[in-house]
C-alpha cells in the first residue's frame, strides 16, 4: 500500500460511516442523517485519494446521488451502473469496500473503475464511456423477462452523454418504454471543460431565470393531470415559456423528464428519487445538477477540478510530483506537431475529449482554430479527419490506442477503404498501470495492420517519434499510424526537427552474430538489455528496431534470419500484431523452411491486471529477462550457423 504523505491528517473521523458495512444500513436513516453521512463519505474519499491518487473530482462530484440512490433503492437487487465508472469510489465505500480502498489501483488492489469479479454491487463493469443506458436497458429487458433484476439505474456525466451511444440508447429505451432511471450527473465538465452543442443545451436547462423556473412549475402542474388532459397542457406550456420545442430533448426522446434538480442538497434529491421511483412506469430521466471536486476547495479551484489526481497532502492539495528523467512521449509528440504545424498550414488535429491527455493542448495554445476536440465521440472523430483529409488538410487524430477501438468501423470504412491520409497518433499504447486492463493499449498493431494500404509505425524512443511525426506528415500516400507508450522517454537527445523516414525500412542499432532481437516499438530498450543480460553469458545479439509493422522491412528481416540462428520479436501488443506479420511473412517467402527458430514475444492471451506497467510487464513476460531466456531457448533449438556479420547498422 502507498504510504501517505501526512499520515497524521489523513484520517477523518467518520463515526456514522462506521456503522456502515453495506448499502442495507442506510435504510434506517433519516435525511439528515444521511446528509452528514454523505459528508463523511466525502472526508473519507479525500483521505483515500491523497493517498493513492486517482480520480478525484468526479467521484467527490457524486457523494450526496451515491448516498441517496443507495438510501432509496435496494441494491444490488437493483442495478446501478456508472458510466465509465471513474466516479464508483463514494459507492465502493458504501458496498463494503471501504477496508480495502486504499489498495485502490495498485496491484492485486480494487479497481478504479466499477468490475462484476469484484462484487455483487457492481453489475456491469466499466472505463471507456457512455455505456451505461444500453447497459441499464439491457437488464431492464432481463427483469421484464423474468431474470432477478428490480430497478436499473445509470448515472451518466454531461461528457459521457455526448457519445454516440449515448443517443443510441437513449433512442432505443424511449421506443422501448420500460421502466428504466437515467440520473444525468451534469457539472459541466469533462475531463477538459466540455465542448458541443449538446453541453450548452444542458447548460441552458439547468440556467436560473424565469422561463425556466415557469417550465418547472408547468411540469408539475401537468403531471398531476389525467392523460387526455397533459397533451394540451404541455402544448400550452410550449407557448407559455417558449422554450425550443417546449419539451426537452429527453422527453422528445420518450422518457419523463425530471429536473434539474441540485445533486448536492440531499433532501431534495432524496424527494426526487423516492418521488420517481414510486410513480414511474416508463423510462424517467433524472438531470442533477453537480460540481466536479465539490466540498474539496483544491480539487473545486483546479482548472480540470481535480479530474485525475496523484497522492496530495490532504490539508493543502498540494500533490506529489512524479520524478522524472525524461520528457514525456505525449509532450514530445504535441511540441513537434506544433512545430510542424508552424511550417505547414493544412496540419489540422482532431481529440476525443483528451486535450491534455493527448499533448494536442500543446497545439492548441499556439494554433487553437486548427485542434478540434470533438467531444466523447472517437467514431465522429475518426470520420470527421478522413472529411478533413478528403478536403485537402493533413489532419492527425490523436487518441489513445484503446479509445481508438471504438472507431475501428470508421478506420476501416471512412478511412482505409477509401485510401485517405489520416494520420493516427496512437498514444497509451502497451501497457497504462493503474488504470489496468480496460486502458490497455493492446490492439491496435493487429487491427491497423489487418487492413489494407495501411503505413503502421511504433517508436523505439521519443526521438523516432518526433521523426515518425515528420514521417506522418509527409505521408500523402494513405492512412499512417505510429503508437508510442503512456509515460516518460528513454532520455535520448531530441532532433531540432524530425525527419521524414523511409517507408518500410528499419534499422539495426547493435550488431551480433547469434541471435537477433527484432523489436517494435518503445520495448527496444528492453531488447538492448536483454541483448547486455545475454552478452554476459557469451552469447552475441543483434538488436533491430523494426520501426513498420506495415509494410515491414522484409530485406532487414532476411538478413536477420539469414545471419543468425534464432529471431525474437518484441512488441508492447497482444498476439497477432507484428511477431504474426513477420511470421506470416518468413512463411511465405519459405524463410521457415530450414528449421529456423523464432519466438514472438507478445502480450499474453489473456487480460493484465492493473499494476505498476513495470510490474504488468513482468506479469506479462515481456522484461528484458523473458526476452533474453527466450533468445537462449531458441537458440539452443535453432539451426547451427556461421557467424558471419554485414548487417547494416543505421
Ligand atoms: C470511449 C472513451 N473515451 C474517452 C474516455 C476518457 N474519459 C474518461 S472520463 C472522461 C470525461 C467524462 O466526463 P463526464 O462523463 O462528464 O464525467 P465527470 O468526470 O465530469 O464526472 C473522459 C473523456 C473514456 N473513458 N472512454
Ligand atoms: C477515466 C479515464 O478514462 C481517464 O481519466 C484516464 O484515467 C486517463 O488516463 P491518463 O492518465 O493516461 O490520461
Ligand atoms: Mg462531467
Same mark, same amino acid.
Given at each position: ?109 480494487l479497481s478504479?473503475f466499477t468490475k462484476r469479479s469484484e462484487s455483487e454491487?457492481d453489475?456491469?463493469g ?52 420500460? =421502466? ?32 425556466? &423556473? ?18 394540451? &397542457? ?118 476525443? &475529449? ?83 486492463a ?44 505510429? =503508437?508510442?507508450? =503512456? ?120 487480460f493484465?491486471e ?41
Amino acid at each position: 500500500m502507498t504510504e501517505p504523505l501526512r499520515p497524521e491528517l489523513s484520517r477523518p473521523s467518520t463515526p456514522m460511516l462506521d456503522r456502515v458495512a453495506g448499502p442495507a444500513d442506510l435504510k434506517g436513516l433519516g435525511d439528515a442523517a444521511l446528509r452528514r453521512l454523505a459528508d463523511e463519505v466525502r472526508a473519507e474519499v479525500i483521505s483515500v485519494v491523497s493517498e493513492t491518487g486517482g480520480h478525484l473530482g468526479s467521484s467527490l462530484g457524486v457523494v450526496e446521488l451515491t448516498v441517496a440512490i443507495h438510501a432509496v433503492f435496494n441494491t444490488p437487487l437493483d442495478k446501478l451502473i456508472f458510466d465509465v465508472g471513474h466516479q464508483c469510489y463514494p459507492h465502493k465505500i458504501l458496498t463494503g469496500r471501504r477496508d480495502r480502498m486504499r489498495t485502490l489501483r495498485q496491484g492485486g488492489g480494487l479497481s478504479g473503475f466499477t468490475k462484476r469479479s469484484e462484487s455483487e454491487f457492481d453489475p456491469f463493469g466499466a472505463a471507456h464511456s457512455s455505456t451505461s443506458i444500453s447497459a441499464a436497458l439491457g437488464f431492464a429487458v432481463g427483469r421484464d423477462m423474468g431474470q432477478p433484476v428490480g430497478d436499473t439505474i445509470a448515472v451518466i456525466g454531461d461528457g459521457a452523454i455526448t457519445a454516440g451511444m449515448a443517443y443510441e440508447a437513449l433512442n432505443h429505451a424511449g421506443h422501448l418504454g420500460k =421502466r428504466l432511471f437515467v440520473i444525468l450527473n451534469d457539472n459541466d465538465m469533462s475531463i477538459a471543460p466540455p465542448v458541443g452543442a449538446m453541453s450548452r443545451y444542458l447548460a441552458g436547462l439547468h440556467a436560473p431565470g424565469p422561463l425556466v &423556473a415557469l417550465k418547472a412549475a408547468a411540469e408539475g402542474f401537468e403531471a398531476a393531470l389525467p392523460g387526455p388532459l397533459r397533451d394540451g &397542457a404541455r402544448r400550452a406550456r410550449q407557448l407559455v415559456t417558449g422554450l425550443p420545442g417546449g419539451a426537452t430533448l429527453f422527453e422528445e426522446l420518450g422518457f419523463s423528464y425530471i429536473g434539474p434538480v441540485d445533486g448536492h442538497d440531499m433532501p431534495a434529491l432524496l424527494a426526487t428519487l423516492r418521488a420517481a421511483r414510486a410513480r414511474a412506469t416508463g423510462p424517467v430521466l433524472i438531470h442533477a445538477v453537480t460540481v466536479k471536486g465539490k466540498g474539496y476547495a483544491p480539487a473545486e479551484n483546479a482548472a480540470d477540478k481535480g479530474h485525475g489526481v496523484n497522492k496530495f497532502d490532504p490539508v493543502s492539495g498540494v500533490q506529489a510530483k512524479a520524478k522524472s528523467n525524461a520528457p514525456s512521449y505525449t509532450g514530445v509528440f504535441g511540441n513537434a506537431l506544433t512545430d510542424e504545424a508552424g511550417r505547414d498550414p493544412r496540419i489540422v488535429a482532431v481529440t476525443a &475529449a483528451m486535450p491534455s491527455g493527448t499533448g494536442l493542448d500543446i497545439m492548441a495554445k499556439r494554433f487553437a482554430s486548427r485542434v478540434f476536440d470533438v467531444g466523447i465521440a472517437e467514431q465522429h472523430g475518426v470520420t470527421f479527419a478522413a472529411g478533413m483529409a478528403a478536403a485537402g488538410l493533413r489532419p492527425f487524430c490523436a487518441i489513445y490506442s484503446t479509445f481508438l477501438q471504438r472507431g475501428y468501423d470508421q478506420i476501416v470504412h471512412d478511412v482505409a477503404l477509401q485510401g485517405l491520409p489520416v494520420r493516427f497518433a496512437i498514444d497509451r499504447a502497451g501497457l497504462v498501470g493503474a488504470d489496468g486492463a480496460t486502458h490497455a493499449g493492446a490492439f491496435d498493431i493487429g487491427f491497423l495492420s489487418a487492413l489494407p494500404g495501411f503505413t503502421v509505425m511504433a517508436a523505439g524512443d521519443e526521438a523516432e517519434l518526433v521523426h515518425m511525426v515528420a514521417t506522418a506528415v509527409a505521408h500523402d500516400q494513405g492512412p499512417i499510424a505510429f =503508437r508510442f507508450p =503512456r509515460g516518460e522517454g528513454v532520455g535520448v537527445d531530441l532532433p531540432a526537427r524530425g525527419v521524414p523516414l523511409e517507408i518500410g525500412r528499419g534499422r539495426v542499432l547493435r550488431e551480433g552474430t547469434d541471435v537477433a532481437l527484432l523489436s517494435f516499438g518503445a520495448h527496444l530498450h528492453e531488447a538492448l538489455r536483454a541483448a547486455d543480460i545475454l552478452a554476459e553469458e557469451g552469447i552475441s545479439a543483434t538488436v533491430a528496431d523494426a520501426r513498420f509493422a506495415k509494410p515491414l522491412d522484409t530485406a532487414l528481416i532476411a538478413q536477420l534470419v539469414r545471419h543468425h540462428a534464432a529471431l525474437v520479436t518484441v512488441e508492447q501488443g497482444a498476439m497477432g500484431g507484428f511477431g504474426a506479420m513477420v511470421l506470416q511473412w518468413l512463411a511465405g517467402a519459405g524463410l521457415l523452411d530450414g528449421g529456423l527458430a523464432i519466438r514472438t514475444l507478445t502480450l499474453p492471451d489473456r487480460f493484465i491486471e492493473q499494476a505498476s506497467p513495470a510490474a504488468m510487464y513482468a506479469d506479462a513476460g515481456l522484461t528484458a529477462e523473458d526476452i533474453a531466456a527466450q533468445a537462449r531457448t531458441a537458440l539452443a533449438r535453432g539451426r547451427i550457423m556461421p557467424r558471419r556479420g554485414g548487417l547494416r547498422v543505421v
